[in-house]
Structure formats: C-alpha cells, structure tokens
C-alpha cells in the first residue's frame, strides 16, 4: 500500500509562489501517473495538474501558465510549483497516485490520496 505525504502548504500574498512536495512511501511494484487536486469547501475535487511517469503533463484550465507540474521517479515524488498565485487558488490541495500492488500475477491498479494541504493566497 502507497501512503503519499504533502507538505508545503500555507499562507500567501497574490502574485506570490509556493512549491507543493509529495512523496510516496510503503511497498508498490510501480508508480504510475501522479498528480495534485484541489478542493474548496463545498466544493467539488478538481484536477491541477499530472503527470506520467514519461513525463506527459496535464493542467487544469485555471492554472494552465501559471503552475508546473514535476517529478523525481528516483525518489517517488511529485512537485507542484505554483507562481502568480491568486485568491482563488486558495483551497485544500491533495497528492494522488496511481500505483501498482506488490504480488504475485495481475495486479490490478491502485489509487491512493494524501492527507490534503491548506494553501490560503490572501492579501
């Protein structure tokens, strides 16, 4: 089982940046695409951005120019690098991950989701 810790979160300033960091820790055979997701109250989970593990990206429409998706295979981590941050960037961003499972045969893909990390842009 893949257990993913964000860290990173916090308090910004608009047009100021913060960096996202996600590892991945525990037993897997592979991991597969990686990626961030955010959520407002009451709001419902939407993509930020992802990536393969070739390293094709995917940005949702809000962020597209502004935020950069990266990763370090080697060290089973994902970066969200988040430049010209605005007040409607503030919500609760979630690490996620597409893995496959240890054993023996088919295994089919696993998800598995981080705890979540405030990110507020106010000024």
């Known amino acids: 089982q893949v257990r993913l810790v964000e860290s990173g979160g916090g308090l910004v300033q608009p047009e100021e940046s913060l960096k996202l960091s996600c590892v991945a820790r525990g037993m897997y055979f592979a991991l597969n695409s990686m990626g961030w997701y955010r959520q407002v109250p009451g709001g419902k989970r939407e993509l930020v951005a992802d990536m393969s593990t070739s390293g094709r990206t995917n940005y949702g429409d809000a962020v597209k120019g502004r935020f950069v998706i990266s990763r370090d295979n080697a060290k089973a981590s994902v970066f969200l690098q988040m430049n010209n941050l605005k007040p409607e960037d503030t919500a609760v961003y979630y690490c996620?991950?597409?893995?496959?499972?240890?054993?023996?045969?088919?295994?089919?893909?696993?998800?598995?989701w981080g705890q979540g990390t405030q990110v507020t842009v106010s000024s």
């Open positions: 996620q991950a597409f893995y496959t499972p240890q054993g023996l045969g088919f295994q089919p893909m696993q998800e598995s």
